[in-house]
């Protein structure tokens, strides 16, 4: 009787109801929460991984993008394809000290050198451990570097024979040398220290036992850290690790991470671990907080809570008599402050949101491509090198009136006029850049030359043109930038004759490979900024075929300062 006389009082009753309730709220929450750390660890390490291999990717096809670019330069150098036209020992060494220059200005270059199709070689470095004839398209080295079409390959200093010890290899660029009248003259090939694979690699962090190779399209290893692998030229098989891979851009290399699941298996054994003793630590003051509350709260609290629940229709104050819990009393004041807060913090989230959408719009906004601003100091370097001092002053202008617009404060609109001025800057350093290969041309309505339009919406897409449309035909290409009055709208379109793409396919991916520009401002980022400042139905429209090319509209309002 007094058994069942004890579990009868309410105080008792409210212990042990919230008791069990806390073991079974504790319970799933723990479930959960192990389940989902779980999964934040297994992504948050695939996330670092996939970052670390893409970080590393960039930077070695930043480099090699570089060494394409100055292998261009070589090549188009009016003073070498001249001297590869005369074809005599004596034109060719006038371009030594050229050469010679230009393998200073980057100490991972080993050797740049420049073979004539007759046989005559200028070369920075050693003398080349190749075959050197007066027919050169007749020996089968000088066939597949020129078949290798800028992409690079592994090889031996002086190209001769391959040897297995990597500390006597190098990787190698070629480009085709040709007259004004594209009549093949000869090739440039530029060697590179392989130990610049390595000082990119090396600075990754994959954890314990966590390393990254390199393997080309043929299945060559390219680079692995265990020398005993390079040797046997064979990648062993272990199922206790996670494998990632992601594409070198612009060569036919893929870089791949390996990361131990042991790693991971170890960090949800030390998770498990804490969530039990973090239950057997919350259990045990469930049943204290619970007896102590259910002491206190056992009369007062119904009065309480109809008090509060009429209270709640009107999110009024509430008034109740002394109550002899402090508790009660407490909670009561408390209620009244909440609704004080809560009224409070609905007027600063109103606030909030609309200092959250001014950020957000500036964020987007500033984003200044560094892998642009990179090429183009890259590019005045280079100029400057080679006294292109004309030049050097028309890219360095173009620049500057690029940042000057891009780094303007305070303004989400400008006149379509300064905001085409700021796409002419850009054309202006690419044409210097890739010379004959790109071409442009700016028609339409004066008229609407003094509409404002959003800052900086016109250039990104006319980067994507060139570097996914243009870049990948290699060829002569076209960009036509169009605006007029269309039903009252403001239509911009950009058209390039680039090599195209299937939209289909391209809606079916995720909008992180939808043509974006890495660390720039991409097309989801145009896309979202004029939506944000002129409304949901702006925004624009693509149409594209492949090797046809592509063609961007941007619908905006007609809007005057």
Known sequence: MKFKSFF??????????????????????TGLSYSLTSNILKNDDIKKTNESIALAANYIHG?????????DIIAMHPDIINALNDTDASSLNSISSLIKLAKKSDPRIKSISVVSKTGHVITSGNDMAVPITDDMMNQEWYKKALASSAMPILASTGHGVFEM??????????????????????????????????????????????????????????????????????????????MYSTQVLDSDWTLYGVVSRENLKLLQDNLLRTLFIAIAVTILFSIIIGSVISHFLSSPIIELTKIMMKADETWE??????????????????????????????????????????????????????????????????????????????VTSALGKMLRISLRLGKDFIPLEVELEHTISYLNIQKVRYEELLQYSITGDNSLLDMYVPKLIIQPIV???????????????????????????????????????????????????????SGGIGMNNVLSRIKILCGEKYGFEIDSKVGKGTKISLKLPLREN
């Open 8 to 29: 009868s009082k309410l105080n008792v009753r409210m212990a042990v109801a919230f008791l069990i309730f806390s073991t079974i709220i504790i319970s799933i929450f």
């Open 63 to 71: 480099y090699l993008d570089k060494l394409k670019s100055f292998s």
């Open 165 to 242: 010890d990597n500390g006597d290899w190098v990787v190698s660029i070629c480009r085709e040398i040709k007259s004004d009248d594209n009549i093949h003259l000869g090739i440039v090939i530029i060697d590179v220290s392989y130990k610049f694979i390595e000082d990119y690699i090396n600075g990754l962090s994959l954890g314990k036992d966590g390393y990254v190779y390199i393997l080309s399209a043929d299945g060559t290893i390219i680079y692995h850290p265990d020398k005993n692998v390079l040797e046997n030229m064979s990648i062993p098989d272990s199922d206790k690790a996670t």
């Open 317 to 394: 104050h509430i008034e109740i008599k002394s109550s002899r819990v402090n508790e009660v009393n407490s909670l009561a004041k408390e209620y009244n402050h909440l609704i004080d807060r809560i009224k409070l913090l609905t007027e600063n989230i109103a606030k909030k949101e609309s200092l959250r959408r001014e950020f957000e719009i500036k964020a987007l906004q500033s984003q200044i491509n560094p892998h642009f601003l990179y090429n183009t100091l890259d590019t005045i370097l280079w100029l400057a090198e080679l006294n292109q001092s004309k030049e050097v002053v028309k």
């Open 463 to 517: 980067e994507n043109a060139i570097y996914h449309g243009i870049r990948g035909k290699k060829a002569r290409g076209h960009i036509d930038i169009n605006y007029r009055l269309e039903n009252e709208f403001l239509i911009i379109d950009i058209i390039d004759d680039g090599i195209g793409f299937d939209v289909e396919k391209k809606d079916a991916k995720s909008s992180n490979e939808q043509r974006n520009i």
